[in-house]
């Protein structure tokens, strides 16, 4: 349908930030992963050499005692180390969605894809609203791009529906100048409203798509059973 469509291709744009900065995030994290190993290997040796050279072969308990201590403290030294890749990792993908955050205002650039965008932001709340007359918030820079969205919104509304629907731009509660940019739709007098701004779009994309980026960047986890 028009509706999936529209919301695949905002998706689409969406995502199209992670894979520009791809290559440069699994470099960082491929230098974490190495730095993490070298550390561990360091450590290990150590650990070996001090507890081999604190284990009396001639008796038995100390030797179990030792054992343990090595057990033990490896697996200590094994969760820290653990630790700090996951902490690095979730650096990693924090400075990721950071600066595509960053990015998000370079889509306004080009007026016939923003446009487009914007088209496919208004239907997806009107299908969304479902009602006969729905407003539309924007920044006052978007007024031109999103009063032509709106027009040709209407159109593909009333081909896709069979019936008209009346959308208004609410010059009287524009979006803050601080936004990246996108829309609201308003509907029922103001009580519903659908934020369909380009911000609270990447909001929702850093939420479905984490397991993904993870996943690519860092590879499948093997120790976890349940995926959501």
């Known amino acids: ?101 960053g990015k998000l205002g370079e889509y306004t650039k080009d007026k016939g894809k923003y446009g487009a965008i914007c088209k496919g932001l208004i239907l997806e709340g009107a299908y969304a609203l479902n009602e006969d007359k729905i407003g539309v918030r924007a920044r006052k820079g978007d007024y031109d791009v999103v009063k032509k969205a709106m027009e040709e919104a209407k159109k593909e509304y009333k081909d896709t529906m069979k019936r008209d629907i009346a959308i208004e731009l609410d010059e009287k509660n524009p979006q803050p100048d601080d936004i990246s940019g996108g829309v609201s739709i308003v509907g029922t007098g103001g009580k519903i409203d659908i934020n369909n701004t380009l911000d609270e779009r990447l909001k929702l994309l850093e939420t479905d798509a984490l397991p993904m980026v993870r996943t690519s960047l860092f590879g499948k986890n093997e120790n976890r059973k349940f995926y959501d």
């Open 1 to 101: 349908m028009s509706h999936a469509m529209s919301d695949d291709q905002v998706s689409a744009e969406l995502k199209k930030m992670t894979a520009f900065i791809r290559q440069e995030a699994l470099e960082k994290a491929r230098e974490i992963e190495i730095k993490a190993d070298e550390e561990f290997a360091i450590e290990k040796s150590k650990l070996v050499r001090q507890e081999t050279s604190s284990i009396d072969s001639a008796y038995e308990k100390k030797f179990k005692q030792a054992s343990m201590s090595q057990q033990i403290t490896r697996s200590t030294l094994a969760n820290k180390t653990r630790l700090k890749v996951l902490s690095a990792r979730q650096e990693l993908l924090d400075d990721l969605f950071e600066q595509a955050r």
